[in-house]
């Protein structure tokens, strides 16, 4: 009876073993700047941003106007005006391009800003639906195809079935 239990562990314990190298791991790829492209949302976020953009240039503009304006109005003082006058319209010209170079450093962060702000919402519903995929799948992990350096047919590649997931064509 003794022997028959040590047997019965023994046969248990290689069956154990053998299920769990028989267990294969399984690794999924997707390509997620191309999955967020062909997000609906992505269309919206892009038309924001182009808007945004837009109304920075319109300012931007008009103060380049304005610059040219005062270089046509230093360049008609001529050679009778004062020196006072002369200096005073140089200070104005400088002052506003230090103005136009704030005003430049200062879009620049709030495009992206906005871009974050606009771009967030987007990848968080992206990255959700990437993580339902790979559970639903037995995923253990999955890279980005952007950042792997190598990749094995086994991988399952999740694009098509993130965007069916998304209801995307």
Partial sequence: MRNLLKLFAVIL?????????????????????????????SKTAQTEMTNFQGDIEEIFGGMQTELQQKYTEFEQLGEEASEVKRNAKITEIQDLQQRIENYRNTAQQQIQQKQAEVLQPIYEKAQNAVEEVAKEQGLIYVFDVNAVLYRSNQSVDLLPLVKTKLGIE
């Fill in 13 to 41: 314990l290689m069956g154990t073993t053998a299920s769990i190298q028989a267990q294969t791991l399984k690794f999924g790829h997707i390509d997620l700047q191309a999955l967020v492209q062909v997000m609906p949302e």
